[in-house]
């Protein structure tokens, strides 16, 4: 066993049975229901703000953005517009698409050995499938979640969850009738591109060994709430009515702990809050850093301007001319060549 994805795993496992003992055992409604959320949301708040201002405060005097085409320059030079911005419209075009789309990853080549010691190139095309699935579900079913905390629930929130849940399901089995919902895509979705960048992580011998216990960690702890989440919707049929309640509750700061809600909602709104607590912390906040990387948010337009260093400090220079005046002599003695001669007097 990997101890990386191990050690990963049985933290989540621990947060796991710290909420189910603590509300069955112990009754701890207030803790996990109250205290711990709103810990969490301070916590989430105070980190991204401290993490972006941090980021918005670093120098960054030139322009250093990652290019892969052509510059512009001469007008009869065919200019890569968006893969080389010149100008911030074609910035703001390049970050839309790496944003929403993945464009780098899209791109994204790997290369192999074949026989006879020689390599090709191939598509990432998976990985780029993988990836944009498990954020664009992961948006889906966080903006999907705001019908719990608004009354009433906006309009758009409620297409999408009528575009969400296209399919509904009706079936018999032979021991009792279930009659489920309407089949939310987006978390299943979202379960299947989890186990997908798990097993990658896990069984690509190149991609675990640059892989840490915290690329893991999220992953197993996102997969345990859409786990909870799904066994709530599909299984245990808990009361929607009083977690309305519970969350309208939270938001407006009167709280009022649920009744009839069993242990596995607070397991998925103690590792949910577990994850904005982790948040700001972790490589998740590339989600905010990916609009201050001057890499990408600059244009390349260091042929038509000239960048100088804003916080370089003066510093006191010696010219070639004082350094002939104060050398002359030695030169012309090592026979070097000088720009002035020696007069008469030395």
Not at 36 to 42: G, T
Request: hydrophobic share 50%; proline share 5%.
């Amino acid at each position: 066993m990997n101890s990386k994805y191990m050690f990963s795993l049985v933290a989540v496992i621990i947060l796991f049975l710290l909420a189910y003992i603590g509300i069955e055992t112990a009754g701890l409604y207030t803790l996990f229901g109250i205290w711990i959320p709103y810990a969490a949301v301070f916590i989430f708040a105070v980190g991204v703000v401290y993490r972006v201002v941090d980021w918005a405060q670093s120098p960054v005097p030139f322009r250093i953005p990652t290019t892969c085409g052509q510059q512009k320059s001469l007008p009869w030079i065919r200019h890569a517009s968006i893969d080389n911005p010149a100008e911030n419209n074609n910035v703001v075009l390049r970050m839309f698409l790496e944003v929403v789309f993945f464009r780098s990853l899209f791109r994204n080549m790997r290369f192999d050995f074949n026989k006879g010691n020689k390599f090709s190139y191939e598509w990432e095309k998976w990985l780029w499938v993988g990836a944009i699935a498990f954020h664009w579900t992961l948006f889906v079913v966080v903006v999907r979640h705001l019908r719990f905390f608004t009354e009433p629930v906006p309009l758009c929130i409620q297409w999408l969850e009528t575009l969400d849940s296209f399919l509904r399901v009706e079936f018999m089995t032979d021991f009792l009738q279930i009659g489920l919902p309407g089949v939310f895509m987006s978390g299943l979705v979202l379960l299947a591109a989890l186990i997908y960048l798990l097993l990658r992580r896990m069984f690509i011998p190149q991609v675990n060994y640059i892989s840490f216990s915290a690329d893991f960690f999220p992953l197993f702890l996102i997969m345990g709430i859409a786990l909870s989440g799904l066994f709530m919707r599909y299984l245990a049929k808990v009361d929607i009515v009083a977690i309305k309640a519970f969350t309208m509750g939270l938001v407006t700061f009167h709280p009022v702990i649920p009744e009839g809600v069993g242990s596995v909602f607070y397991v998925h709104l103690f590792f949910v809050s577990i994850l904005l607590a982790y948040f700001p912390f972790s490589k998740l906040m590339h989600a905010g850093g990916v609009f201050l990387s001057p890499t990408r948010n600059m244009a390349n337009n260091s042929r038509a301007e000239r960048h100088v260093n804003p916080w370089n400090y003066p510093v006191k220079v010696h010219t070639y001319e004082e350094y002939e005046d104060e050398f002359r002599e030695k030169m012309i003695e090592a026979g070097l060549p000088v720009e002035k001669e020696l007069t008469n007097g030395g």
